[in-house]
Nanobody, 116 residues
Framework: QVQLVESGGGLVQPGGSLRLSCAAS????????MGWYRQAPGKERELVAR???????NYADSVKGRFTITRDNAKNTVYLQMNGLKPEDTAIYYC??????????WGQGTQVTVSS
């Protein structure tokens, strides 16, 4: 059993910053990729950013230059630093982890609202 617990969401004004965290716990040998996805009302879930165990990253075009994904392998934790937030970034953000020999796991989601 693997659990992902997210934190750090909230309400922020346009141009502001937030930092999301996601900690994985449970029966974990190692984790391949970890990532953040988001889903806005009426839209499909989309990839925001992803990072492999070796540190390779990829980002959605809409967040490049504003968001930064990092991870602490020793803590099985992934972070998403979000700067220059825009109203269109408003969504529920979900953490994802591909755990070796366990499968694909999702967090419960954390709300990010960008509004003045």
């Amino acid at each position: 059993q693997v659990q992902l617990v997210e934190s750090g969401g909230g309400l922020v004004q346009p141009g502001g910053s937030l930092r999301l965290s996601c900690a994985a716990s449970g029966s974990i040998f190692s984790i391949n990729a970890m990532g953040w996805y988001r889903q806005a009302p009426g839209k499909e879930r989309e990839l925001v950013a992803r990072i492999t165990s070796g540190g390779s990253t990829n980002y959605a075009d809409s967040v490049k230059g504003r968001f930064t994904i990092t991870r602490d392998n020793a803590k099985n934790t992934v972070y998403l630093q979000m700067n220059g937030l825009k109203p269109e970034d408003t969504a529920i953000y979900y953490c994802n982890a591909i755990v070796v020999m366990r499968g694909n796991y999702w967090g419960q989601g954390t709300q990010v609202t960008v509004s003045s």
